[in-house]
């Protein structure tokens, strides 16, 4: 009898490879090297004695070998995660509540698609939001009133108090309208944004990367305007009333109807981060970190332009 050499990890190799698009972000979502993740894909492609998938296809397309793999790979893997849930609820207990505290408007966008991936996974978890914007998620943490929350920095004066999970990482776009005389540079400066209105959420100043990280240490000062709604913002941008910056995951699909323009902020690029922190007590509870792989997952599937941390 031929013994196989297919292991958990092929599997998942394989699904990410599907779900990701390409070797680069499979290697990502699996935190290998994409030297690593190509040994294994070889690996089984010597022992089948066929490529598993076109190399020179984006997406992926797989052979019929690499699809038989791939249905063995969903029937599979929802039961070894289902099984190693249960032994986790048999050994820890089985309840818990997770109330989400966010400091960002543009949070939900993928946040509700990963509470609702992980309310199909774990239906005993009181999992809620705590309503309204915060400007200190991690104070409500302190409070009481909160068990996770949704930030952009990290407080090193939080050292050993708080634990903080790296989410992801991704792109901001200053946003203009089309014509706009700005759309002529293949990327904005500070001095850019000098005598253009910025319109940003009416949020601290420490809270915005744009002014955070570029236009406070170069002493730029713009003209302000704000407004609680990202599509406000973007209807403002559209009819010329000033510029914005948001994630580029969060204004895609605006973009790619041709609403409002987009450029990058400096030569390389202006990046933010987001990370969930929890009180320690909470971060070995299995459902605390299914959660965060789950959403670290669904958002760098789904989302344009993510980079895990």
């Not at 031929?2 to 699996?30: F, K, N, P, W, Y």
């Not at 949704?150 to 050292?159: H, N, P």
């Not at 050993?160 to 992801?168: E, I, K």
């Not at 609680?228 to 914005?244: C, H, I, K, N, P």
Request: proline share 6%; aromatic share 6%.
């Amino acid at each position: 009898m031929m013994q196989s050499i297919l292991e958990i990890r092929h599997l998942r190799t394989l699904q990410a490879l599907r779900d990701s698009g390409s070797l680069v972000r499979a290697a990502q979502l699996l935190n290998l090297t994409q030297s690593a993740l190509s040994h294994q894909i070889k690996l089984l492609e010597d022992r089948y004695g066929t490529p598993l998938f076109e190399r020179k296809s984006v997406p992926p397309q797989f052979s019929a070998t690499g699809a038989r793999l791939l249905q063995l790979a969903d029937a599979v893997l929802p039961q070894v995660e289902t099984a190693e849930r249960d032994v986790a609820r048999l050994s820890q207990g089985q309840g818990g509540q997770m109330r989400i505290a966010v400091e960002c408007h543009t949070c939900f966008d993928w946040l509700m698609p990963a509470m609702d991936a992980f309310r199909a996974r774990w239906p005993e978890v009181e999992l809620d939001i705590v309503s309204g914007f915060h400007a200190d998620p991690v104070g409500l943490l302190h409070q009481g009133r909160a068990d996770l929350a949704i930030v952009s920095e990290l407080d090193a004066g939080e050292a050993g108090a708080v634990d903080y999970h790296p989410l992801f990482g991704f792109e901001i776009r200053a946003l203009l309208a089309h014509g706009h005389p700005l759309l002529d540079k293949p990327f904005l400066q500070a001095q850019d944004f000098a005598d253009q209105t910025l319109i940003t959420y009416p949020v601290p100043d420490e809270m915005l990367d744009l002014v955070r990280q570029v236009l406070e240490p170069a002493g730029v000062r713009p003209p302000r305007r704000t407004t609680e709604l990202t599509v406000a913002m973007l209807q403002l941008v559209a009819s010329g009333r000033g510029v914005a910056a948001l994630p580029l995951w969060a204004v895609q699909g605006y973009l790619d109807r041709g609403y409002v323009a987009a450029r990058p902020i400096g030569a390389r690029g202006l990046r933010g981060e987001l990370h969930a922190a929890c009180l320690p007590q909470l971060s070995p509870r299995p459902f605390l970190q299914d959660f965060v792989r789950v959403t670290r997952e669904t958002s760098f599937v789904t989302l344009k332009g993510v980079e895990l941390l």
